[in-house]
């Protein structure tokens, strides 16, 4: 058998850099004389352990030995004196929070009162004991490292006793260890070993009283019981609020924080700290006990009733409920004891320091689940923060309450008036804002919808043009509003299914602004009427028709909801309105965070359901048949609208005024509205020699992107030589020279400048149609680029140059501290705060730019400003 080990093979040296010098003078006097720890008191644990370290490297088994104790005795002196100043302090109060001027004043001012009475407390007792240790010092002593060690020495030097007593210790905290199982193995082998040797030595008095009195009860020795279990309850709790109180020690803060994220984020380390006390102290010879503290009552309980004593074997019984409410054991007992003479219902209240203990737990544990499920850990996970704000807002003033139930009114009105009959609510889909109204469509409205996106749907889920976007097993198309009342032109579909479509959204909408009782108003931002088709009827199918997931935000794979782009972030809520059930499969149904189904939603003509979009939900497989909905996705922020609704609206308006306009457009001229993405135009980028060279990351903001090849050599120079023969000065700035920097002079030439161009024969048309050309493949791959499925359109667009002025091209130049360009933003103005303002005169519908450059020669950079784009956003993560 293999003599003993340290459990950590590797030597690592924890010596401790600022304080070795102290600690070779510390060696000496230790070594010397192991007096009482108040004789030095700036001896620290860290120090000694340090010195034990060094010790056992230079194979000094005796002081090595010598310093690990100490070490380990000064560990406890030094947390247990903390504990003991934390808790003296816990009720230095200085300011009354009763009736304070302001609560959280006063409660920080109690803080500020509470940390001068730690810190008095421990220059009494520590002197000038250094108050700083490393974390990973810390952790060797939580964790017993220094027994590990001590068995070592001790072995080494055959003191078998202290050996077998250290390694049954630390074994007991590091069960696992198989290195110290070996160990203890070795040391039972040896017959100069006693099984009385294995004692552990960081036993905790509620334990060793716990141990008695099981002891006791084996022996059926029931006044035993009562003395060993009523002691060990007590230091139970006396342990526990030591544990809570070495938590409030230094934590590590990883970020820089404000003042109230700093306190909070800190407040939830220490209480997950505190929550951990339970698991670390409910043990018995290093085994956990399930409902340690309970299970104390219950031994209490039974030897109270043997020896008769029906009080308190009563307020045993109670207190053994408060923890383990409906007990059928116990509650049985208790009818036992209420049939007792002189027991009743008062007699089982629970002991008062259980309860104080019991109402403690639980409140944390109430907290920490609020903590799990609402607090942003990272500021880019999405929480569900509207009810806070609800709640903190809706005080419960008569006013206040007036209003609500006005508006509740409403809503029921509202339903009333349009039939609509609400099946089920946050309850049954176990979860808030959620809801599913019956009574929008009727079948024949059902029929129409469905028909139109049978005839004018295109491949795709809406997002991506992929006939099969979520599962192979399904074809996906759909339509838009806008794009059904281009059918009505082209006389595809009559106009009552295009405008059925336009007001049922619209009915949707209200509805669900409404039901969320929203201060402020929805506004669409994707609407789409969309069939699922099952490719393979009645086949066996494992996967999903739509994964699960979130339509704001990107689910990650420990279900969190990061609101990051590519996601749809400032999508709010989702509204799902079906048109059949005349299919197989294909349940909607809401999903928590493990990906585990909440309640699900039978598809069936004229439901709707109605829900957060930071909600995770899917779509079971359509097995046969097809299913269709109509699926609109509501913003709360107006800058994403869509402009399809309008452009519906305008269009159908024109047609009903003017239907002889019905079926006069030509084909042709339709081909032209395919959804970006689709173009010829794109298509020739695929084997282009375009290449992305940085994405927003590597640009350090969203929808950023910097490509190259987006124009050839000799294209450049052709734009150039268009820019520098032709651009007007100042052109695009009221003819300022030098509009942006008075070191430089600025020449551009807008389009219609160029035409003219062509037009007076100044240039030939091949330059003007590069101009054209290169624009339109800029706002091409832009589109494409960031997956937008609507077109962008031309804001503006100009060709410019800068040129640095003559008297600037010496050394001085070089050192201009100003910008060519000062700091802006194209559609807003910057505020002094930082802000920036989305006002005229700023061009407020500018949503992409793009910028063309090249360097020529001269001190000239020639820059296409292409154009500054008008878009909608309609891009989807693939889920
Ligand atoms: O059709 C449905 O029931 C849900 C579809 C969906 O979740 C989505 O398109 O994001
Ligand atoms: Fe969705």
Known sequence: MAAPENSKIRWRSVCIGKITVIVCTILTILTQKCSALPDFPSVTYEMMYSAGLDAYSNQKWSDCMKFMSRAIEDYHFYTETLAECRRLCTKANKFNTQKPVDMQLAIFGNYVYKSNCIRKCKMTKFKTRPDNYSAEVDEAFENLKPYDYYQLCAFKI???????????????????????????????????????????????????????????????????????????????????????????????????????????????????????CGQKLDKIYGQFIED????????????????????????????????????????????????????????????????????????????????????????????????????????????????????????????????????????????????????????????????LANIGGIKGDGYQQYSTPHTKHEMYHGITVDKAAELVEGAKINMTAAELYLNV????????????????????????????????????????????????????????????????????????LYLNDNFEGGEFFFADRNKSMQSSVKPKCGRLVSFQASDYHGVKAVT????????????????????????????????????????????????????????KALEVYDDSNVQVIATDEDLGGPQRMAADGLATEEECQELCKLANGHGKRGSGYRGHVSPLSTHESFEGLDVPEAAELVQQMKVGVKAVKLYLDVAERAKEFTARYFGLTQPLYFDFTHLVCRTALEDHKSNQNRQRKDLSHPIHADNCHIQQDGSCRKKPPAYIQRD??????????????CLLHLPRFKSKYTKHQTA
């Open 158 to 276: 055959q003191l078998y006793q202290h050996a077998a007593a250290a390694a049954y210790t630390f074994l007991l905290s590091n069960k696992d260890n198989e290195a110290m199982q070996k160990n203890i193995h070795y040391y039972r082998s040896l017959p100069q070993v006693k099984d009385e040797f294995f004692v552990n030595l960081e036993e905790k008095p509620y334990q060793t009283h716990y141990i008695r009195a099981v002891e006791a009860y084996n022996r059926e020795d029931w006044l035993g019981v009562i003395e060993s279990m009523e002691k060990s309850t007590r230091e139970y709790f006396k342990e526990h609020r030591t544990c809570r109180l070495l938590c409030e020690g230094k934590v590590e803060q990883e970020q820089q924080l404000d003042f109230i994220e700093n306190i909070a984020d800190y407040f939830i380390k220490v209480l997950d700290c505190k929550k951990s």
């Open 505 to 576: 959204s619209e009915l949707m909408r209200q509805y669900t602004e409404k039901y969320l009782n929203l201060a402020s108003p929805l506004y669409f931002h994707f609407t789409h009427l969309v069939c699922r088709t099952s490719l393979d009827d009645g086949e066996e199918r494992t996967d999903l028709s739509h994964p699960i997931h979130a339509d704001n935000c990107i689910m990650t794979t420990d279900g969190k909801c990061l609101k990051k782009l590519p996601a749809f972030i400032w999508r709010d809520y989702t509204g799902l």
């Open 848 to 861: 992409f730019r793009y910028l063309f450059s090249h360097k020529t020669r001269f001190w000239a950079r």
């Open 292 to 451: 340690f503290i309970a299970g104390c009552y219950h031994y209490l309980q039974f030897a109270y009733f043997k020896v008769g004593e029906f009080n308190h074997a009563s307020e045993c019984a109670g207190t053994y409920l408060l923890f383990k409410p409906g007990d059928e054991t116990m509650e049985a007992n208790k009818d036992a004891y209420l049939r007792l003479k002189g027991i009743g219902p008062m007699s089982f209240t629970p002991r008062e320091d259980a309860q104080k203990h019991y109402d403690l737990i639980a409140f944390e544990a109430q907290l920490l689940k609020y903590i799990d499920e609402h607090y942003m850990f990272d500021i880019t996970e999405v929480i569900d923060d509207d009810d806070e704000f609800d709640d903190l807002f809706l005080g419960d003033s008569a006013d206040e309450l007036d209003i609500l139930a006005k508006k509740k009114h409403d809503l029921e009105e509202f339903e009333r008036a349009h039939g609509f009959q609400v099946f089920a609510g946050p309850k049954e889909l176990k979860g808030k804002k959620r809801v599913v109204v019956d009574g929008f469509l009727t079948d024949e409205q059902c029929g129409w919808l469905k028909e």
């Open 624 to 679: 046969s048949g097809q299913r269709c909905a109509l699926a609109v996705w509501f913003t709360l922020d107006r800058m994403y609208q869509e402009t399809a609704h309008d452009t519906a609206f305008q269009l159908l308006a024109k047609l009903r005024e003017n239907p002889d306009l019905i079926g006069q457009k030509k084909e042709t001229e339709k081909d032209d509205s395919v959804p970006v993405g689709k173009t």
